[in-house]
């Protein structure tokens, strides 16, 4: 199912309705009411919320790396702890 909006064109004022799905920036059409060359546009609460989910979507994937970062650390530290005990097992002296 697709989503459709609408925006005014710019010269003469009346609604256009397009689909969301396939809304790119910049796109500017012949007006079907006046002929016009007219920008389609989205209205503000849906730009809002395509971007709201790009901000969502980039703090997740910080999120993310840091998680990953921290476990590579916690893991390098115990990698450490486990070659330092098994070389005093062995009568070395570790790091």
Known sequence: ?????KCKCRRCGGHIIFSVENFKSGTV???????????LELPFH????MHLRIAIGV???????IAIQSHFKTLDAALDKTADSAAQS???HGK
Do not use: D
């Not at 199912?1 to 909006?5: G, I, L, P, R, V």
């Not at 059409?29 to 920008?39: D, L, Q, S």
């Not at 849906?46 to 919320?49: F, G, K, M, R, V």
């Open 1 to 5: 199912m697709s989503s459709e909006t």
């Open 29 to 39: 059409i012949a007006c079907p009411h006046c002929g016009e060359k007219t920008a």
């Open 46 to 49: 849906l730009e809002y919320a």
């Open 59 to 65: 703090v997740l994937l910080i999120v993310a790396a």
């Open 90 to 92: 062995f009568g070395g």
